[in-house]
C-alpha cells in the first residue's frame, strides 16, 4: 500500500492549485485522510480532513478558500486550493487511515511542495 501526493508548484498570489494523495495497493476502505502542511521553521498543521462518512473539518486559516474532496474509485482526495496567500507556501503532506489487509493502518505521503510568491 502506497500513498502518492501529488500537484504543487508555484504559482502567483491569488492563484488555484489542485493537490491529489492516491491510495495504491490492497485498500478494503479509506477511513479518513487528511492534509497537512510544513512551513520553513514552522510546526506541522492540520489543513482539511475528510472522514469516511465524508464529515469535513478545515483550518481556520483555509476555509473558505480550500475544499477537501474524494473519488472513491479512484482512492483519490483532492484538496482544491483558491486564492492562495504567501502564507500558505509549504510542503503539504497527505496522511492516510485506511483499511487495509492487515487491518486498519496510518500512511503518509512524501510531501508535495507548494510555493506562492506575492
Known amino acids: 500500500v502506497q500513498l502518492q501526493a501529488s500537484g504543487g508548484g508555484l504559482v502567483q498570489a491569488g492563484g488555484s492549485l489542485r493537490l491529489s494523495c492516491a491510495a495504491s495497493g490492497t485498500i478494503f476502505s479509506i477511513n479518513r485522510i487528511t492534509w497537512y502542511r510544513q512551513a520553513p521553521g514552522k510546526q506541522r498543521e492540520l489543513v482539511a480532513l475528510i472522514t469516511s462518512s465524508s464529515s469535513i473539518n478545515y483550518a481556520d486559516s483555509v476555509k473558505g478558500r480550500f475544499t477537501i474532496s474524494r473519488d472513491n474509485a479512484k482512492n483519490t482526495v483532492y484538496l482544491q486550493m483558491n486564492s492562495l496567500k504567501p502564507e500558505d507556501t509549504a510542503v503539504y503532506y497527505c496522511?492516510?487511515?485506511?483499511?487495509?489487509?492487515?487491518?486498519?493502518?496510518?500512511?503518509w505521503g512524501q510531501g508535495t511542495l507548494v510555493t506562492v510568491s506575492s
Open positions: 496522511n492516510a487511515l485506511l483499511w487495509v489487509a492487515t487491518g486498519t493502518r496510518d500512511y
